[in-house]
């Protein structure tokens, strides 16, 4: 597998090769559209922010090895989240200069940014759209079984877990994620059906849900 100093080198003899990697597969134009339209696209006016956005896409998209961090889900877009944010402010600040004399722009600009917002949500499998699920506040058997296997690990122990139990337990010095063991003295896993596939996520997830 190629190291991180190797990949940046490659990149540094070859820029025409991180642009392209930088924009395929289509996948990334994508998360690329989405992440800028759910802020109105207001960002794109930030131009001193500009810099650190298009880093933060580059460390995910020239990393070839794990696509995963390709998407817009899960924590790898949580640092450009507070940069758009910034972004978005500073941007609605050039427009609002730029209409001073409208004095309903700033409403106009809000109710625009806020529909945009929305708009993504509902067209994306957003997170937010599990509070509209009822099984989102209920209260599963399954829970209290798990929680109370969690309970009975010692602190001090080593485990090997699957990827949504991790957090749980990952106050530990040794602890290791599906299917990989090593010297775990404990193996905790949960079966209970329905589950997300990347509950058990590993490097391969094809593999892992094989």
């Not at 599990?130 to 399954?142: A, M, T």
Request: proline residues 7%.
């Amino acid at each position: 597998d190629d190291t991180l100093g190797q990949a940046i080198l490659s990149y540094l003899k070859n820029p025409l090769f991180a642009v392209e990697n930088f924009f395929t597969p289509p996948e990334k134009v994508e998360t690329l559209f989405w992440s800028f339209f759910s802020f109105g696209m207001a960002p794109v006016l930030s131009f001193a922010l500009m810099p650190s956005i298009i880093f933060q896409f580059a460390s995910r998209f020239l990393d070839l090895q794990h696509p995963i961090r390709w998407t817009l889900f899960f924590h790898y877009s949580a640092e450009l989240a507070v940069l758009f944010a910034i972004a978005t402010m500073g941007g609605a600040r050039i427009i609002l200069d730029k209409v001073a004399k409208r004095k309903s722009m700033p409403l106009i600009l809000a109710i625009f940014l806020v529909t945009a917002h929305l708009s993504a949500n509902i067209v994306l499998d957003s997170p937010l759209k599990n509070l509209l699920k009822p099984q989102f506040w209920r209260e599963e058997p399954w829970m209290d079984n798990t929680r109370l296997v969690v309970s009975m690990v010692p602190k001090d122990a080593s485990v090997q877990t699957q990827n949504n139990l991790m957090p749980h337990l990952s106050h530990r010095r040794q602890i290791y994620i599906l299917p990989i063991i090593r010297d775990a003295e404990y193996v905790v896993f949960d079966l209970h059906p329905g589950q997300n596939d990347w509950n058990f996520y590993t490097d391969n997830l094809e593999i892992a849900t094989a």
